[in-house]
């Protein structure tokens, strides 16, 4: 997705912790820029090692690949770009209800594309490498997919403000709560 306004997605391997400064980017998971236009992407990065997934038993992966059918056989341990960006359109689905119901919606218009790609950039967790070390925008984009955050954001987004005016009807605190620790939004877009 070269596209300006898509939002493309890459992949982290979480470790299966509550806490984030474990987790790290997936090394199949594609770097910037863009190769004919040079954007920057990807535009965040998402859970996408090991994600359960429902299986289709009569599909290719299924048949091919046993080793990776988990719980009953009706789903599958999957990894890929794909996985992550299936997990950030859950949270952006999460993020459009709470605005929705928030603003009154359908007699306030729905959050635009680009608004929901700014607020989940906005929002985004720093993530670092095996050394402690933070990867680069062209590994990590924004950072790493805060859904809490995004729903947070989200729902403080009058949609129907004015232009010119104040957008927020309140002001969320610039940081998320996972588990028993604070991590700051990287707050860039």
Known sequence: GNAPSAITVGAVKVQNTVPRDDDRIADYSSAGPTWYDAYAKPDIVSPGHNIVATAARNGYLYQTYPSLKADDGDYMLLSGTSMATAVTTGSIALMLEANRYANGYPSHPSLTPNSVKAIL??????????????????????????????????????????????????????????????????QTV
């Open 121 to 186: 950039q906005h929002t985004a967790l720093s993530i670092h490498d095996d050394a402690g070390i933070e990867y680069d925008s062209l590994r990590k984009g924004a950072g790493s997919l805060n859904t809490k955050g995004a729903i947070d954001l989200g729902r403080t987004v009058n949609t129907a403000a004015p232009l010119g005016t104040m957008w927020l009807t309140s002001t969320p605190s610039p940081w998320t709560k996972i588990g028993s620790d604070y991590y700051s939004w990287n």
